[in-house]
């Protein structure tokens, strides 16, 4: 069983930023894909942000896409979400996710969620 905390999240003004941790532990880091996903009440999890097992490939939502960056840290068993520029519609609880499978994390084969972090941008 592998255990996902996240951490960082906050309030902040519209164009700030803020930078996200999840420190997994229970298995070896280093064989799961690694992702972010974020929901608002009504709304579906979407996907925001994923990183291959080693760093080597990212992959973002449209809505992020060069304001966010996801980076990982195997040595430390963390990976991070940093995020500028920041909206208002960024508001979302954000989770974090672990994948056994090769390549990019998908919300069908996420196998270990984090229970949140709150991330509220003010207008």
């Known amino acids: 069983q592998v255990q996902l905390v996240e951490s960082g999240g906050g309030l902040v003004q519209t164009g700030g930023s803020l930078r996200l941790s999840c420190v997994a532990s229970?298995?070896?880091?280093?064989?799961?894909?690694m992702g972010w996903f974020r929901q608002t009440p009504g709304k579906d999890r979407e996907f925001v942000a994923a990183?291959?097992?080693?760093?080597?490939?990212?992959r973002y939502a449209d809505s992020v896409k060069g304001r966010f960056t996801i980076s990982r840290d195997n040595a430390k068993n963390t990976v991070f979400l940093q995020m500028n520029s920041l909206k208002p519609e960024d508001t979302a609880l954000y989770y974090c996710?672990?994948?056994?499978?090769?390549?990019?994390?998908?919300?069908?084969?996420?196998?270990?969620w984090g229970k949140g972090t709150l991330v509220t941008v003010s207008a």
């Open positions: 996710a672990a994948s056994s499978r090769t390549g990019f994390v998908s919300y069908n084969f996420v196998d270990y």
């Open positions: 229970g298995g070896t880091f280093s064989s799961y894909a």
């Open positions: 990183i291959t097992r080693i760093g080597g490939a990212t």
